[in-house]
Every structure is written in structure tokens, then in C-alpha cells.
């Protein structure tokens, strides 16, 4: 089934259109001076959603994520100063052990909540040559110059500057600014290299002086990197709209000659006390705070399924509380199903994958996705065809439903007792004696439930 997402550039529901069926995806990633909380992980979760949809319809995926350790300034229109050498000083870390840090935390949180690997995870410092190569095609195809404090990019020289962030010509941002370079052409003109101060402390030699990445060119020349000159599906968070996905778009075609993503998708914010969640708004949430609340990475994952990625979503613990609740209810459903016995027929199994397929093909919309699990599990006998299945819809909802297993019970060491006293006098093929101990294991309130292999299970009655 064909993927639908929507695009917005051109504001509409766009099919991907994959060469040799092999989606190319590049998602923005983590700056890595602090921790991410869960406003950042809903950002994965949805790059997350995007890939496992992607396989679920039947496509093969390259995709690619980028881990920006240099060059994001405090501010998203290069003022300020950098992420890192903040995070540096306070820290009385290198640079480096600042990035290894924060991204281990985060590729942790990631791994927890059941978000797949890219294929290809790459740090900004990793490919300074390629970003090089980059910055001199732009120069030498003349859409950049140079200035005393680095290399620019020369807005005026691409007409649709301005057009993802539904900017006109008069609109466009006056940020864009190391510091204020009256050398610049245009207002509007981003930093490709900027010439590192004496105490910078990530710094390269380059052909226009030592000196470090700007934030946007990195995605560009990664993506060219493990992508080539097309990409099917490109996503980020809205704020990436009007500033960094802008200058992504005008570098590439300054260096390629034609636009290079098919796509753009844009996920909007986990909303906290009427704002954005953010680490400079007030209170923040990591994963680890809520587990020591309580909360599992799994009922995080099925309160972000809840929403569309293209819309606000609202935490609040009542929220929470209510995906932890449906989470419980959810696997109680799954194991009856597991233990049924029930058969459903195959056309009725079809027409639910059908549905599911639909809505995961519509711009990937897993609420309602979600939905027809809940409609399997709630409406049908109980039945291992409809086990099988949740475990299918999986793939793409990531709940690790197939490691959901029966919550081990407390049982008294006289049941247990009682329990392999049976089971002796089964081997010993006394069968009378089993009867009766069943017996009193449930009139001590416990079901005993035969296994192959003369094992058994206990359950409470
Ligand atoms: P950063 O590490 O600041 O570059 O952010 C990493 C990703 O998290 C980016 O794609 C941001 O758009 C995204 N992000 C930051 N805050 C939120 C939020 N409250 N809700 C959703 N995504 C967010
Ligand atoms: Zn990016």
C-alpha cells in the first residue's frame, strides 16, 4: 500500500515515490549539551512511527539521523553562543565527553522506548571534510561569500528562499547573524563557516581559516553523504520550519542544482502547562523522572500513540495515568487472546490488517491505527488469530506486545508445596492423589493448569 504523507511544502498529502522501492528518510536529531527530555523524545517517536510505517507498507528504508555536536548556537539563527562550548564551561568537560554523555543518555531513552536504530547515526564532528567539500561547492557554484568572521550563504540567489516557512521577500527573518557582520549581502543570510574565536574550543583548519561548522550545513552535507542528491521523506520538529529546514533546502539545491527532498514533514510539540515543552519554559520531564514515578517506557509510547504527530499533544499525568491504565488493559486482552481458542475467520483477519494498513498509509495516523487493535481485542472471541495479529500491528506501534507476559503472582509456599506434591503423584501415575490436591489448592483459592512435560502454571481463581 502506498504512503501518503503530508508535505509542508506544497501543503498537501504527497504518495512517497521511492527509486527501487528503498525509502531514503533523513530526520534531524539531538543537540547533545543536556538532557532530552520528553518533549524531544516525542520528536523520535515520530521519526520512529515514520520508519516502522515505512516497512509496515512493504518498502525497504535508508534512513539516516544526524547528532549535532558543534556549531547550534543558543539562538536557532546562529547568534549566541555555541550549545556545546556552554554546556563545556559548565560542566568542566571537553567538548567531546559533553557529546558522548548527553547522546548516551539519549540513544538510552531511545532504546527504552523502543525506538529502531537508523541506519546510519552521525555526529556534525564526524564529517568536517564532507561539510568542507560542501561549503566549497556552494562558493564555487556562487551562491555563498566570504566575510571577515566566515563563509555565508547568499539568500538572494535562491528564489524560493522563504517558501516552506511561507515567507515573502519583505518577511524574511533579520536574525542570521554571528554577531552583527555588516559585511553581509542580506539580512536574511546564514553562516556556513564561522572563524572560530582565539578561545573557541572546537575548531578546523579550512580553506577560509580555523574555525567550525554552521548548525544547518551539517544536515545537508550527512544527508548528501548517505543519501546522495534525493531524499524521499525529510522530518524535524515545526520550529525547524522557518529557520534551519529553510537554509537545508537553499544549500542543497546551491550545491546540487535541483531541490533534493521529495517531502518535508513536521511534527508539532509536546505541549506542558499551556507552552512548548522546554528546557528555557519551565518544568521538564525526562524518561527516567517518570519511571521513578513509576510509569513505563511502554505507557509513555502508548500516550504518545494516542495523538497525530501533526497536531499539539497536551501531557498531563492524568493523561499518563489514563495510557498506564489502557496499557494494563491491553495486555490483559492480549493474554486471553494468547490463551484462546476461539478461531477467527481469515477474511475477518484481513479486512482489520486492511484497515489498520489504511490508516497507517494516511500520513500515519496511529491513533487510529491504535484504535483497530483496541477493536480486535475488545470485539472478537477470544483467539490466537487475533494474538497473531496484534503482534503484526506491532511492527509498526512498537509496543512490545509479543514480551507481554502474565504477571508472576505471589503464591504461598503451601500452594507450591501442595503444587509439587501433585506433581509427584502424577509421575508416579497416582492419579487419585492428583485429583484430590487440585482440590485443595482450590479451595485455598488457586487453579492449577496442566502443561506439557508434566509442568503446571498457577493461577489465582
Ligand atoms: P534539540 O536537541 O533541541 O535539537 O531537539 C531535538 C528534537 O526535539 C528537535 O527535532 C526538536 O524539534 C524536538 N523538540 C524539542 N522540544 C520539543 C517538544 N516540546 N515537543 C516535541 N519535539 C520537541
Ligand atoms: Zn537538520
Known amino acids: 500500500m502506498e504512503l501518503k504523507v503530508f508535505n509542508s511544502l506544497t501543503k498537501t498529502k504527497q504518495a512517497v515515490r521511492p527509486i527501487n522501492n528503498t525509502v531514503n528518510f533523513y530526520f534531524c536529531g539531538p543537540t547533545v549539551y543536556w538532557f532530552q527530555h520528553i518533549g524531544n523524545m516525542r520528536a523520535f517517536f515520530v521519526m520512529d512511527s515514520m520508519r ?10 535508508n534512513h539516516v539521523m544526524n547528532i549535532t555536536d558543534v556549531g547550534h548556537m543558543t539562538s536557532d539563527e546562529d547568534s549566541g553562543e555555541d550549545k556545546m562550548e556552554v554546556a563545556s564551561k559548565r560542566e568542566h568537560k571537553s567538548p567531546e565527553e559533553i557529546a558522548k554523555f548527553y547522546w548516551d543518555l539519549c540513544h538510552s531513552d531511545m532504546k527504552d522506548l523502543n525506538i529502531e536504530d537508523p541506519e546510519h547515526i552521525c555526529p556534525a564532528t564526524f564529517v568536517i571534510k564532507e561539510i568542507i567539500d560542501f561549503v566549497q561547492k556552494i562558493l564555487d557554484n556562487g551562491y555563498g561569500y566570504i566575510t571577515k568572521n566566515g563563509v555565508y550563504f547568499d539568500t538572494s540567489k535562491y528564489p524560493n528562499y522563504g517558501k516552506l ?6 518577511e524574511k527573518r533579520f536574525g542570521a547573524r554571528i554577531e552583527v557582520d555588516e559585511e553581509k549581502r542580506n539580512p536574511a543570510d546564514f553562516v556556513l563557516w564561522v572563524i572560530a574565536k582565539d578561545n573557541h574550543i572546537q575548531k578546523w583548519d579550512s580553506p577560509w ?10 544536515c545537508s552535507a550527512i544527508g548528501n553523504k548517505f543519501l546522495g542528491e534525493h531524499i524521499d521523506l525529510h522530518g524535524g520538529g515545526v520550529e525547524h520550519k522557518t529557520v534551519h529546514h529553510e537554509n537545508e533546502i537553499a544549500q542543497n539545491y546551491a550545491r546540487c542544482g535541483h531541490e533534493v527532498v521529495d517531502i518535508w514533514f513536521h511534527l508539532e510539540h509536546l505541549m506542558f502547562d499551556g507552552g512548548k515543552m522546554s528546557k528555557s519554559k519551565g518544568a521538564i520531564y525526562t524518561l527516567s523522572s517518570l519511571k521513578e514515578r513509576g510509569y513505563s517506557p511502554m505507557d509513555l509510547r502508548l500516550f504518545y500513540l494516542s495523538a497525530h504527530y501533526s497536531k499539539p499533544q497536551n501531557f498531563t499525568f492524568d493523561a499518563l495515568n489514563s495510557a498506564k491504565e489502557s496499557y494494563k488493559n491491553l495486555s490483559r486482552l492480549l493474554l486471553n487472546h494468547k490463551n484462546g481458542t476461539n478461531h477467527i475467520e481469515q477474511s475477518k483477519i484481513d479486512e482489520l490488517k486492511q484497515k489498520f494498513s489504511e490508516y497507517v498509509a494516511d500520513d500515519v495516523n496511529s491513533p487510529l491505527a491504535l484504535s483497530v487493535l483496541w477493536d480486535a481485542l475488545k470485539n472478537y472471541p477470544f483467539s490466537v488469530d487475533i494474538y497473531n495479529l496484534a503482534l503484526d500491528f506491532d511492527h509498526f506501534l512498537g509496543l512490545r506486545l509479543a514480551e507481554i507476559k502474565p504477571a508472576k503472582l505471589d503464591i504461598p509456599k503451601e500452594i507450591i508445596d501442595l503444587a509439587e506434591e501433585r506433581k509427584s503423584a502424577r509421575n508416579n501415575k497416582d492419579y487419585a492423589t492428583s485429583d484430590l490436591l ?6 485455598l483459592g488457586y487453579i492449577i493448569t496442566d502443561k506439557p512435560k508434566n509442568e503446571y502454571e498457577l493461577s489465582k481463581k
Open 52 to 61: 516502522r510505517a515505512v516497512k509496515y507498507l512493504g518498502y525497504n528504508i
Open 165 to 170: 516557512g511561507g515567507m515573502n521577500q519583505n
Open 209 to 218: 581559516g580555523v574555525g567550525y561548522p554552521g548548525w544547518h550545513i551539517e
Open 438 to 443: 487440585r482440590d485443595r489448592i482450590s479451595e
